[in-house]
């Protein structure tokens, strides 16, 4: 789960197919981006692409500052592990028993990757 810590955002409007969660990470066409609220099938809202976010980490893991930070889907969290989607990199460090770390959230990362 994601959650935008800054005024300063980008964002693309999306109208739900499903059911969205705010701060579910999402795939939108060519980018990942997450809802700034709970959006219902049909309903249309903000979907943010890049931002500074805080997210939930993966708490046996020590992520340092600068590192490229992965969704994890079977565990709905960010870890180090390129088997899952990159969504950016790591502002802050954070130690192990840490239950979040701040990243600069880009959507477009996996697809620039590839």
């Known amino acids: ?14 109208t739900a197919v499903t059911a969205l969660t705010k701060g579910q990470l999402v795939a939108v066409n060519d980018v990942f981006g997450f ?12 979907i943010i692409t890049k931002c500074e976010a805080k997210a939930k980490k993966n708490e046996t893991v020590a992520i340092p500052s600068g590192s490229a930070v992965y969704y994890n889907s079977a565990n709905s969290n960010i870890d ?6 990159l969504v950016g990199a790591s502002r802050d460090s954070s130690l192990a028993a840490d239950t979040h770390v701040v990243i600069n959230f880009d959507g477009f990362s996996a697809f620039l990757k590839a």
């Open 1 to 14: 789960m994601f959650e935008c810590n800054s005024s300063k955002y980008e964002y693309v409007n999306y």
């Open 35 to 46: 809802p700034i609220k709970d959006l219902a099938i049909g309903e249309t809202g903000i």
């Open 80 to 85: 180090l592990t390129a088997t899952g989607d």
